[in-house]
């Protein structure tokens, strides 16, 4: 008996008749019942969303943006998903209304735009108040739990859509105002260099000024030593004058005895008139000496103003008047009356030395006349007495022409120093504006100022500072692209383990041949592979052509297949045949583990720890890994050690066979009537 008379035997009984023919049909329909249907029903979900009605509530009252337009933000939202058509949106008037519908069932979610919603898009502009705006959606996992995702997906769109459209014109403004702060800076910084200037040339003012009040100081200065020698000569005038009065008295006392001295009166006499004409030319030379100290005191005063006008410190008008007052006070003063005084005394002093010239004349007349030159010395003595008052006046009026003189110094000194100082001002007010017209100048520079262009490619890049560049080195077409390696694989497996339940894994009649073990198992494995080779052929070519999956390798997507159907069936055939009727739990078991462990929605790392195991160990995790490289075009290095792994659990598959084989080579009680058949 060989291997091939064994497999053609089992596949002649399963096409004896109808109804094995029509059974034999069903079970290689199975797989493409179960994974092209279920394909065919989840091709693309996502372009019938427009089906699905959804609840739209437009509350928004708009607001006024930051340029004066007005915007109505939620209603150009309402606009926008409307005409993009992604869901079949209801314009609903109230939010009750909209959550009474979702609960229902009447709506599959309601989307909600509060009134707030353009004025908290607007505040932002205002630091005090600013405020996010809300997208109110209402979901009902009763309606459907995976909508609540879809329903994520589309309001973060929408989110980032008007974040970003929002954050242009933000960042528009916000650049605006940097031009705006940089026209200033610029015009402040222009300001500064007119106040450096200015500033300057207050500190050139005040260096002449405080070189005029230096010059002033010098000037009062002299002025006080002056007036403090004229006021020793006065001292010392008013001291002979007192010395004269008593030398008078005395003359007068001695008069007694004129008559019997005239002899030595002549000669006195001559002696005074000499000592007269001596104070005469003193007192005339001292007169000389105030005259000409308040005429240089006048020409001082003079000049000064003149320095004073010439500096700018005082007006002309001004200078005229200081004047005017000093020959006031010089004319009406003290030392003005002193002076006068002087004068006079002078003038009787000029009379006492004429007369003491006639008193030596007349000397030889004096004893004739003793009566009238007694009276005369008591005229010289009341003169000299005079004299002296009128001295001790003068030395008076100079002294309080020296305390003006000092009080003048001290002025100009402190005017010199409170010039100085205001020169020290000025210089540092000088260096501070230069400074600020620099600073300013350089932060005029720093501040951005950006153009048109500039601002809008600025106002982009702030408003969504963050690109995706998706490279996608394999891309599934659709949704069933996406999940088409998971659902052949599993329609390919199921429909395998359908064949268990009517065909025979091992038949009687080669058991009780004297066939090798290893024939009967490969025999009894064939008509499996067989109709299994068929069920991968056709599902292959309804997924390909019917619904369209374009695979980027159509010809490997099959031979892959093919190899998937070998193991798989290889497998479930050495199951059964080893177990029996438990085989077929065995193999359903397995089965549960390899849909929960093989990644065919989520990724297999997310599963829990042991199922790792599983899917290490079972062949259906990497049958749909190899799926998906050869569907949608990525690396084909890992298919051959995949199809490897695939002969060695046929090998497996042929081992259980062919141990079953062996075991049932025994007859037994249990073997004729087994305790449990399904």
């Known amino acids: 008996m060989t291997v091939l008379r064994l497999a053609r035997s089992e596949l002649k009984r ?19 019942l179960y994974g092209a249907v279920y394909l065919y029903a989840n091709w693309d979900p996502y372009s019938n969303l427009d089906q699905i009605d959804a609840a739209l509530v437009v509350e928004d009252t708009g607001a006024m943006s930051g340029n004066g337009t007005e915007l109505q933000a939620g209603k150009e939202v309402a606009d926008s998903l409307v005409k993009g058509h992604v869901f079949n949106w209801e314009n609903v008037s109230s939010s009750d209304q909209a959550d009474q519908g979702v609960a229902s069932g009447k709506y599959a979610f309601a989307l909600k735009i509060p009134k707030d919603f353009s004025a908290n898009l607007t505040s932002p502009g205002s630091f005090d108040a600013a405020s996010q705006a809300m997208l109110n959606v209402t979901t009902n996992d009763a309606n459907n739990y995976l909508l609540s995702t879809i329903v994520d997906k589309l309001t973060t769109a929408v989110h980032a859509s008007v974040a970003q459209e929002v954050g242009e014109e933000t960042a528009n403004q916000l650049l605006t105002g ?3 702060i940089h026209t200033q800076v610029t015009k402040a910084a222009t300001g500064a260099g007119q106040l450096s200037g200015g500033v300057s040339q207050l500190r050139d003012g005040t260096v002449t000024l405080h070189t005029g009040t230096r010059q002033l100081s010098q000037g009062a200065a002299e002025l006080y030593n002056g007036q403090l020698k004229l006021s020793d000569g006065a001292n010392q005038l008013a001291a002979g004058a007192g010395q004269l009065d008593g030398g008078l008295q005395q003359l007068k006392d001695k008069t007694a005895t004129l008559p019997t001295d005239s002899q030595r009166l002549a000669d006195g006499a001559a002696q005074v008139a000499a000592g007269n004409a001596a104070l005469n030319t003193k007192v005339q030379d001292v007169v000389g000496q105030l005259t000409a100290a308040d005429q240089g005191l006048r020409e001082r005063v003079v000049a000064s103003n003149t320095k004073l006008v010439e500096t700018g410190v005082l007006s002309q008008e001004q200078a005229n008047k200081v004047l005017a007052d000093f020959d006031t006070a010089a004319a009406s003063g003290p030392a003005a009356d002193a002076k006068s005084k002087i004068q006079a005394d002078a003038a009787q ?13 007349g000397a030889a007349e004096l004893a004739a006349a003793a009566p009238a030159l007694t009276g005369g ?17 003068l030395a008076a009026g100079e002294q309080a022409a020296l305390d003006g003189a000092a009080r003048l110094s001290t002025g100009a000194q402190e005017l010199d120093s409170g010039a100085g100082k205001l020169e020290s001002g000025a210089g540092t007010a000088a260096d501070g504006a230069s400074t600020l017209a620099d600073e300013l100048a350089k932060g005029a520079g720093q501040v951005p100022n950006p153009d048109e262009s500039q601002k809008s490619s600025l106002s982009k ?11 996608s080195q394999a891309k599934a077409g659709s949704y069933g692209a996406g999940l088409a390696p998971f659902f052949l694989t599993l329609a390919l497996w199921i429909g395998i383990f359908m064949l268990v339940q ?4 091992i038949t009687q009649r080669a058991l009780a041949s004297n066939a090798p073990a290893w024939k009967i198992a490969v025999g009894g494995w064939l008509p499996f592979l067989a109709v299994s080779v ?9 997924v390909d052509v019917g619904l369209g999956l374009n695979p980027a390798h159509p010809v490997l997507m099959w031979l892959f297949m093919l190899a998937a159907a070998m193991a798989f069936s290889s497998l479930i055939q050495g199951i059964v045949a080893l177990l029996g009727s438990p085989g077929k739990l065995v193999v359903l078991v397995l089965l549960v583990l390899q849909l929960v462990s093989s990644g065919g929605t989520f990724p297999w790392q997310t599963t829990p720890q042991p199922l790792h195991v599983v899917h290490d160990v079972l062949p259906m995790g990497y049958v749909v890994t190899g799926m998906r490289h050869l569907i949608y075009g990525a690396d084909l290095s890992l298919i051959l050690p995949t199809v490897m792994g695939l002969l060695g659990y046929t090998v497996l598959g042929a081992v259980l066979s062919a141990l079953a084989v062996r075991k049932h080579k025994f007859w037994t009680l249990k073997s004729l009537k087994p305790e449990i058949a399904i």
């Open 534 to 542: 068929l069920q991968a052929s056709l599902l292959t070519l309804v």
């Open 461 to 471: 890049v702030i408003a969504d500072p963050v690109a995706v560049s998706n490279v």
């Open 14 to 32: 399963m096409t004896g008749g109808l109804l094995p023919k029509l059974t034999l049909l069903a079970l290689i329909m199975v797989p493409l």
């Open 377 to 393: 010395i008591a005229q010289a003595s009341t003169g000299a007495d005079q004299l002296a008052s009128g001295s001790t006046s």
């Open 178 to 180: 940097f031009g705006t």
């Open 502 to 505: 009517a065909m025979r894994p």
């Open 349 to 361: 002093i000029q009379q006492l030395a004429d007369g003491s010239a006639a008193v030596s004349d």
